[in-house]
């Protein structure tokens, strides 16, 4: 069975940062694509960073400059580190996971909230 677990959500004020993890049982991790996607109130999921199997990264450009993904491989866990929050970053924070060869098969985790807010 598949799990995606997020964790490291909650309340922060503009400019803060908050680092979310994501640990996954039952794929093989080490092959999997992960990645870090939100979904805003009232908007549509997006994606906000991706990595690769091989340690690949690309970033929504909202983002670039002040989040930064990672993976521990080790750990079975990817992280997300966001520095200078914003407002806008408010959202659903979820993780996901693909083996390259099954793109069509995604998991997702539960989801975390993030909340920026003075």
């Known amino acids: 069975q598949v799990q995606l677990v997020e964790s490291g959500g909650g309340l922060v004020q503009p400019g803060g940062s908050l680092r979310l993890s994501c640990a996954a049982s039952g794929i093989i991790f080490s092959a999997c694509n992960m990645g870090w996607y939100r979904q805003p109130p009232g908007k549509q999921r997006e994606l906000v960073a991706h990595i690769s199997s091989g340690g690949s990264t690309n970033y929504a450009d909202s983002v670039k400059g002040r989040f930064t993904i990672s993976r521990d491989n080790a750990k079975n866990t990817v992280y997300l580190q966001m520095n200078t929050l914003k407002p806008e970053d408010t959202a659903v924070y979820y993780c996901?996971?693909?083996?390259?060869?099954?793109?069509?098969?995604?998991?997702w985790g539960q989801g975390t909230q993030v909340t920026v807010s003075s």
């Open positions: 996901s996971a693909f083996h390259p060869a099954y793109p069509s098969v995604r998991y």
